[in-house]
């Protein structure tokens, strides 16, 4: 999808039989919008956002986009500002998706294999508990030297991982949010909660959970 203005994603199920790029060269102004008809987005191989942008993009999410065919699938955002919001993401039983780049979504249910490629973070800005919690994993997480960051702005539940570096409540606002732990997380790195830059103050309720950082029991807390 390539071009300036507004392009709005249609109604119904849109099968990708190999690449969805977002976003191309040099267009200005581009926005790509799926709120107004939420799709279904079945994708067979990559997902590229923004490639070989010189002019950033907005993507407006709505409807889910599934990693559902392909055996192995890459994710990569190259937005020049912020990354973009791509919704809610599922990855199929059977099926690796990496992320090659800093990656956001609202929501990611994953039921195969999910991973960074080494270092690239993956945040999660959907709030939710039980079913609806950001990210409801009955897969594999491979979380290498990466980072997941939950920035929901309501009771948020935290799934158990494997976390290399886990952050809740990292981006700077006004809301005070509880993050609760599902399970008893592996903490490889580090564990961060709130941001030094909010007017409010964010919770991380471990409850009668044990989390482990780096092999050691309890973990070690950075509160900016």
């Known amino acids: 999808m390539t071009g300036s203005s507004t392009h709005t994603i249609g109604a119904g199920t849109f099968n990708i039989t190999h690449n969805l790029v977002i976003g191309n060269g040099t267009n200005s102004g581009t926005t790509v919008t799926a709120a107004a008809n939420n799709p279904t987005i ?15 993009i907005t993507f407006t999410k709505g409807g889910t986009i599934n990693f559902n065919t392909a055996s192995s699938s890459s994710w990569i955002d190259f937005s020049i500002a912020a990354k973009q919001d791509m919704g809610t993401v599922t990855v199929a039983n059977g099926r690796t998706v990496t992320y090659w780049s800093n990656v956001v979504a609202t929501k990611v249910t994953n039921a195969g294999i999910i991973q960074p490629l080494a270092a690239q973070t993956l945040t999660l800005t959907g709030s939710g508990t039980g079913a609806s919690q950001p990210f409801l994993n009955t897969g594999t997480f491979t979380a290498n030297t990466g980072t997941v960051n939950f920035t929901g702005t309501a009771a948020t539940t935290v799934s158990e991982g494997p976390y290399n570096n886990l952050g809740v409540g990292t981006t700077a606002d006004s809301t005070a949010v509880t993050y609760t732990f599902e399970g008893d997380p592996s903490i490889q790195g580090v564990l961060t909660v709130g941001n030094a830059s909010s007017s409010a103050v964010d919770t991380l309720n471990a409850g009668s959970r044990l989390p482990t950082l780096g092999g050691c029991h309890p973990p070690s807390v950075i509160t900016p």
């Open 42 to 56: 079945n994708i067979a191989n990559k997902l590229d956002v923004c490639v070989s942008c010189v002019n950033a």
